[in-house]
Each structure stands twice: as C-alpha cells, then as structure tokens.
C-alpha cells in the first residue's frame, strides 16, 4: 500500500511567521512530489512540485525533499492570513505520473 | 498549465440516477485522471483516462458503477451509476501540465445523493 502521510493538523501560526509543513511517504519507487494548497469549498492549486534531493525555492515558498528518508516539507515564509487553507502533498512515481495524496494539514495564519 | 472546464459545478441527486460529469481541457492531453474527494478527505484516484482505449480503474473502483469516456484528446467524461448517499463527494478531474511541471485539477463537481 503506498502511503503518503501528513499531520492533519490545524497548524496555527501567527502572521509574518514560517509555516512549516511536513509529509512522509512508503514508496521508495516515488519520484517527484507536489504540494497543492485547497481553500475550502475549492479545488486543489499546484503551489510546488520537486524532483531532486535538497530545496526549491520559489518566492515564499521552499520545498524541501530527502529522499533518503523519505520525507518532504514546504516552507511557508511570511505567512499570511490568505495563506490560511489545507495543504496536501502527493507523491508520484516515473511514468504517467499516478499521484497518492495524503489526508492534508490544515494551516491556519492569525492576523 | 492547463485550464480545465469542469461541469456541472454541483449537483443535488435523487438515489438510483446517474450524473454524469464533464470535463473539457484547452489543450491536447495524453491522460486525463479522475479523482474523488469525499467530506473531510483527501483525494482518491479512481481512474486514469486515456484517448482510444478503455479507462484504467484503480482498486475499489469498477466500470459498471463509474463509466468514463474519453473520445478525444481534449474532453473526457465520468458517470457515477446508481448512486446512493455514499457517493456524496467531490469529483475531480485533472490533467498533466503541458510542461510536465505539475498537474492541473478541473473545479470539481460537488455532488449529493439524497
């Protein structure tokens, strides 16, 4: 069974701080992974996707990927109140790219 | 990315029906994926879609109970049969990016069985 497992949280921080959020996975055979962001009632939004071993950075955002423990994390800087959503990862392996989701966290950003 | 017409956006069903779900993509794609989201849940693959041959279904998943067609690169659609209050959910469907830089999700279809 491929597994992809977050905290579901809520994550609470406050305004301007760094939000971090965590995901493991069982499938050593996964290759890229993807944090999308869902506001309630909405679908999800692509926010990040990495392939390699180490960080991504983009604007206030960093994804981060180990997959020699088999652990991914996004980084949330200056969080803002607008970041305030659940955020899922996924997990998908070479080929046509199946995704497995994990139950998400919900973050919350007090003004 | 893409951009995905999803429709209805919702619906409010009678057990026993069926509804069946659109989704319109303004590109070609290879394969179109269909997911579910049930309350309070993350997301469930339930079939992958490819142009020209039968639909992929993953485990817990049948043909019977959710048809899918796909008759070109650009349009794909999902019927849910003989539905009942367990099949209340959030129905997705969702596309590879054209630069394979992510996936892209239609709006999704918020279904309700009463």
């Known amino acids: 069974q491929k597994e992809v497992e977050q905290n579901s949280g809520p994550l609470s921080v406050p305004e301007g701080a760094i939000a971090s959020l965590n995901c493991t996975y069982s499938?050593?055979?996964?290759?890229?992974f993807f944090w999308y962001r869902q506001y309630s009632g909405k679908s999800p939004e692509l926010i990040m996707f990495?392939?390699?071993?180490g960080d991504k950075e983009d604007g206030r955002f960093t994804a981060q990927l180990n997959k020699a423990s088999q652990y991914v994390s996004l980084l949330i800087r200056d969080s803002q109140p607008s970041d305030s959503a659940t955020y899922l990862c996924?997990?998908?392996?070479?080929?046509?790219?199946?995704?497995?989701f994990g139950t998400g966290t919900r973050l919350l950003v007090s003004p | 990315s893409a951009v995905i017409s999803q429709k209805p956006s919702r619906d409010i069903c009678q057990r026993g029906t069926s509804l069946t779900i659109q989704c319109q993509v303004d590109?070609?794609?290879?394969?179109m994926f269909w997911y579910r989201q049930q309350p309070g849940q993350s997301l469930t693959l339930i079939a992958t879609?490819?142009?020209?041959?039968?639909?992929?279904?993953e485990s817990g998943f049948v043909i019977d109970k959710f048809p899918i067609s796909r008759p070109n690169l650009t349009f794909s659609t999902l019927t849910v049969s003989n539905m009942s209050p367990e099949d209340s959910s959030i129905y997705l469907c969702?596309?590879?990016?054209?630069?394979?830089?992510?996936?892209?999700f239609g709006s999704g279809t918020r279904l309700t069985v009463v």
């Open positions: 499938d050593r055979g996964s290759q890229s």
């Open positions: 990495i392939y390699s071993n």
């Open positions: 996924a997990g998908g392996n070479t080929g046509f790219q199946k995704l497995v």
């Open positions: 879609a490819n142009q020209g041959s039968e639909a992929t279904y």
């Open positions: 969702s596309v590879e990016a054209p630069l394979k830089d992510g996936y892209t």
């Open positions: 590109s070609q794609v290879t394969m």
